[in-house]
Every structure is written in C-alpha cells, then in structure tokens.
C-alpha cells in the first residue's frame, strides 16, 4: 500500500504551511456581476432588517 505522501502527486518530504500555500495563489479580481451580487445581497439584507424591525415594532410593541 501507498504511503500517504506518495499518493499526492508532487509531495515533498516537509508539508506546506498555509500561509505558503495562499502566497502562491495569483490574485483574481472580482467579476463586476460578484460585485452586483454582493452588494444586492447586502441591499437585500439590510432592507429586510428594516422591515424585520417594522414589523416586530409595529405588530409586537412591547407596552410598560
């Protein structure tokens, strides 16, 4: 049976570290469409917290 470092192709003797392994990562900007989807997502979040907030104020007011 293969050892665990043969199964992998192009293993080393020490493993990587993680930080090593996100260095060698090129950086990729975002798409403009990834940048539409964030910002309706969060357009999309806090709008429903507001009506979240309405509704919770309006229909279940706490009265002292």
């Known amino acids: 049976m293969a050892s665990r470092e043969d199964r992998f192709e192009g293993s080393t003797s020490e493993p990587a570290s993680i930080g090593e392994e996100i260095a060698k990562i090129p950086y990729e900007p975002l798409l403009p469409i990834e940048?539409?989807?964030?910002?309706?997502?969060?357009?999309?979040?806090?709008?429903?917290?507001?009506?979240?907030?309405?509704?919770?104020?309006?229909?279940?007011?706490?009265t002292s």
């Open 35 to 62: 940048k539409r989807l964030i910002v309706w997502s969060l357009v999309l979040g806090a709008a429903l917290m507001g009506i979240l907030f309405w509704v919770s104020q309006s229909f279940f007011a706490v």
